[in-house]
């Protein structure tokens, strides 16, 4: 899955716990642990990651 593999590279680079990205993207703290799981993200939850993931727009 895109998604987990982009998260995963995230969580990898910024030393950022799993719980916390979950809760600060889409404010579910279980995200990363349900996707690894297999767990099939939404297109809204997919653009809400990717926005958290690129930061704020200038």
């Known amino acids: ?7 995963e590279v995230y969580l990898k680079t910024t030393h950022m716990p799993e719980t916390k990205f979950g809760r600060l ?3 579910d703290p ?3 642990s349900d996707l690894r799981k297999g ?4 297109t809204q939850m ?3 990651v990717a ?4 930061g704020p727009q200038a």
């Open 51 to 54: 926005a958290f993931i690129r």
């Open 46 to 48: 997919i653009a809400r």
């Open 39 to 42: 767990r099939e993200p939404g």
């Open 30 to 32: 279980r995200l990363v």
């Open 25 to 27: 993207a889409v404010n």
């Open 1 to 7: 899955m895109e998604l987990l593999r982009l998260i």
